[in-house]
T-cell receptor, first 116, second 116 residues
């Protein structure tokens, strides 16, 4: 039944050691999003893919990259994690990027990243 | 300028009673959507309800209803007959039609605790 899957659920990495978070979806949605949610804060969009088109938010650090090799999978790469990158990372999908009533965003369970 | 404001960091409600969670928003886009999500301690964002800016009627989904007051730019969530399982963080979010990204802008959230 799982629709948006994130692996791993918990990830521990060392300061400066590259890490990759994974998201997959069974919904065949065109759009995939990555949000960062720091402790007790609101989720904040990092970037999204509309099909193969990558869209970066203006204030997303260069340290964060993303890949979408096919419709189902999307990866978040953190090239050199710092202590400030410790957060919950949420993947979400939607059919289109438009605001229409049936176009909700479906979220995965998130990956909680710890940086030592 | 903050676009989504949730002024209640924490709320308590007695089981079986109704509770209102406040949300105000700010946008110059005439077309937008408003969402409420529930985030339990496990981290997953669960979609609750959607209200489009052109909708004439307030949205309802089971025990959830959205009190949409467009002139006041408010979109309060009403949960009727609270249950212990409703204890969670609740986020109000907005999606602006003009952005064409589907980006959700979240408020800071309200933590709801339901007392037995």
């Amino acid at each position: 039944d799982a629709m948006v899957i994130q692996n791993p659920r918990y990830q521990v990495t060392q300061f400066g050691k590259p890490v990759t978070l994974s998201c997959s979806q069974t919904l065949n949605h065109n759009v995939m999003y990555w949000y960062q949610q720091k402790s007790s804060q609101a989720p904040k969009l990092l970037f999204h893919y509309y099909d193969k088109d990558f869209n970066n938010e203006a204030d997303t650090p260069d340290n964060f990259q993303s890949r979408r090799p096919n419709t189902s999978f999307c990866f978040l790469d953190i090239r050199s994690p710092g202590l400030g990158d410790a957060a919950m990372y949420l993947c979400a999908t939607s059919i289109t990027p438009l605001d229409t009533p049936d176009n909700e965003q479906f979220f995965g369970p998130g990956t909680r990243l710890t940086v030592l | 300028a903050q676009k989504i404001t949730q002024t209640q960091p924490g709320m308590f409600v007695q089981e079986k009673e109704a509770v209102t969670l406040d949300c105000t928003y700010d946008t110059s886009d005439p077309s937008y959507g408003l969402f409420w999500y529930k985030q339990p301690s496990s981290g997953e964002m669960i979609f609750l309800i959607y209200q489009g800016s052109y909708d004439q009627q307030n949205a309802t989904e089971g025990r959830y209803s959205l009190n949409f007051q467009k002139a006041r730019k408010s979109a309060n969530l009403v949960i009727s007959a609270s249950q212990l399982g409703d204890s969670a963080m609740y986020f109000c979010a907005m999606r602006e039609g003009a952005s064409n990204t589907g980006k959700l802008i979240f408020g800071q959230g309200t933590t709801l605790q339901v007392k037995p």
